[in-house]
Structure formats: structure tokens, C-alpha cells
């Protein structure tokens, strides 16, 4: 006999939509990015590329994931980390096998998003993206992906395991740190390769997409909703480009433990002030300054909800719309006061 589970039926139906994305680089461009410096006897450095890695066009593989066809006109969603490499060809490889060239239509500035589009001749296949807001613990899910590059059309299952999880994430080990906010947690085996693969409900419909695991531990693995990236094909589709909202202050979120160091009087709030001797704590311009916003008020709450370290600034700002007003709770030396902004388009 055979099982016709509802798992079974979903991957059948969330298969086809999956791709892998491949970047390559030309050997000639390669050589020129080597360190111009000389050996012991002179020499310069050389490429030790096997051959077998060099395709007919002389091109070379320098990175990949996977991603998912959104729109059957061969809109594609991925991880932003996953084609964030510039002057490389992307590849786009369907789960059938067939190749298309792709073009980067857009990077979120915020999100570990990006936006893919491939021509095909026919109507593509697309999952259905579902809405990330009413998640629950405990519900299962399954991540699709290409895992570690090697392993095409790879599915696992799980469940949610954590929702609106902050972790700090890197691309590869030379790759600056990044905060990575509202994350979904699961114990749906994620690898290297996964990257930029739909997370999914039950039903097929895609909630997440593979983002992040922590190195070392077992089953903890991390997915960027997607209603994210919902907003982000809403722009492309109504503006040509991702718009994000501007306040424009630079902050340190406020605990027990950072509001005893600096002497605070409150242990919540976001505490506006410059990371930097050269940086500005307020925006010149942005809508914060025009709210008289300055350098060491404390902000208390947005729209009336408490700023802190599990609904910080930017995850209020992030639900935001441009041009929409906003009023502050703010502390000044011991003083509360409350101030209207009108969010603009961050640039």
C-alpha cells in the first residue's frame, strides 16, 4: 500500500515551485581580483581551480542557494545574503532541470530579501504565499532547499519552534555581522544551501523563507517571515522599487542590565545616541528631527505600546507606512512629553 498523507500531497504540489540559484564568475575576472603580490621566487599568485570546475564558457562557480517562484511570470523569492555578490551571473535552475538567466530585481535594504525575475516561454508554477502573522508554536512546517548544494529538491519536516526570534548572523566567516529580527524558529532541518528556500505550512503555502542556523546546535534553524517579503513584491509591483519608512535616530534598546550601566532612570525605551564620535544620534532633515527628537531623550512607547528589547523601534517602524503619523512617548531629563512625526521614504 502506498501512504497518501497530507505532507506527501504538499510536497508533490510545493516541489515543482523550488529552485536552485547559482552564481558564477568568469576564470578571467577571477584572475584579476588575485593579490597582486610575489612569492619567494617572484612569482604571482595563481588559481588552483580543477578543471572539472570550469564550465564550457569559462565560467566559475562562486556561490548559490535556492529560492521559490512566486508568480508563474517567474517572480522569484530568496535570501538577500544569497545574491549579494556583485559582478557574477545568476542561474536559475528549476526543479525539472531547465536553466534560466535571472535578473536581481531588488535587495530589501532591511530584510535578508531579494527579488528574482527569469523569462520563461510558458506559465511557471507558484506557490502561494501565506500569512506569517498567525503562526503558532507547535505548528508544522516544512523547508525545501537545495542543501549543500549538492542535495536538489531536498524536503524536511518540523515544527514552529520559536516566533519573533532576534539572532545575529553572518553569510560566511569574512561577511560583516547582521541583526536578524522576527525571525520564525524551527526544528525543520536547515542547511547550507537551504538558504532562500520556502519554509511552508502544512498546506503548502509558503510562511517563511530560509534564512539561518546556529552553528553547533541541533535543530534550531531560522526563517525571515514572509509577509516581509509581501510588502516588498507590493512596491516593486506598484512603485518599480522596495520602499522603506524613514524615523531616522540612532539607538540603544533599553534593559535592567544597559539601563544600569549608563545610569538611566527607565529599563525600557529606545535611548537615542550615536554609535560613533562622527555619526549623528538624530538624522539632520529626517522625521525625527522635525519632531524634536535629540541626542539622549529616552522614547518610551509608539503609539502607545512600550518600546523594548522583544518590540523594539525598528520592528514598530517595520509595520509602518510611509507617510504615516506616528505619536511618541519621550523622556528628557526626567520629564515626559509626547511628539507627533510623519514617517517619510528612507532613501
Known sequence: MREHSRIIKTVRNVMPTVVSIVLTKSIDDLKKELPKFAGKKGKKAELAIPQEKIDAHGMVQVGGGSGFIVDSEGIILTNKHVVNELDVAHTVITSDGKEYAAEILARDPLNDVAILKIKSETKLPAITLGDSDTLELGQTVLAFGNALGLFKNTVSQGIVSGLSRSVEAKADAQAPTEELRGLIQTDAAINPGNSGGPLVDIFG???????????????????????????????????????????????????????????????????????????????????????????????????????????????????????????????????????????????
Open 205 to 347: 503555502k509558503a510562511i517563511g523563507i530560509n534564512a539561518a542556523v546556529v552553528v553547533g546546535a541541533q535543530n534550531i534553524s531560522f526563517a525571515i517571515p514572509v509577509k516581509a517579503a509581501w510588502h516588498d513584491i507590493k512596491d516593486l509591483r506598484e512603485h518599480g522599487r522596495i520602499r522603506k519608512p524613514l524615523f531616522g535616530v540612532r539607538y540603544v534598546v533599553l534593559n535592567h542590565d544597559t539601563s544600569e550601566k549608563m545610569k538611566l532612570p527607565v529599563e525600557y525605551g529606545a535611548y537615542v545616541t550615536r554609535e560613533h564620535s562622527f555619526d549623528n544620534a538624530v538624522v539632520p532633515g529626517s522625521p525625527a528631527a522635525r519632531g524634536g527628537i535629540r541626542e539622549y531623550d529616552i522614547i518610551l512607547a509608539w503609539n502607545g505600546k512600550k518600546i523594548a528589547s522583544e518590540s523594539t523601534l525598528q520592528d514598530f517602524l517595520e509595520d509602518c507606512e510611509i507617510g504615516e503619523k506616528v505619536l511618541l512617548s519621550v523622556l528628557r531629563k526626567g520629564k515626559t512629553f509626547e511628539t507627533e512625526v510623519t514617517l517619510t521614504e528612507r532613501k
